[in-house]
């Protein structure tokens, strides 16, 4: 069940990165998602938006510590070192 619990809050790390990413890439660009990515890759700006994407797992990981869930908050911020880390690369 702990094990469990962990996996789910990487999970739910990496897709509120993606969802996050994706919302930045709305609000500051006008094409779609794909586009928007490369463009923001080609002007160097991607680690930027990815940065912006991980502020939807701050709000994740304070919600999760609230309703007594430490194993998933454990799993966001995981999740978190790995979009650093990708932030970092690209």
Do not use: E
Request: glycine residues 12%.
């Amino acid at each position: 069940m702990q094990k469990k619990d962990f996996f789910i809050g990487i999970l739910l790390g990496l897709v509120g990165g993606f969802i996050g990413c994706f919302i930045a890439l709305k609000i500051y660009t006008d094409l779609n998602f794909i586009d928007g990515f490369k463009m923001m890759q080609q002007g160097g700006l991607i680690g930027k938006v990815i940065t912006l994407g991980a502020i939807l797992n701050l709000i994740l990981f304070f919600i999760l510590l609230k309703i007594n869930r430490d194993l998933m908050a454990r799993g966001v911020i995981l999740a978190m070192f790995v979009l650093t880390i990708l932030t970092l690369i690209l």
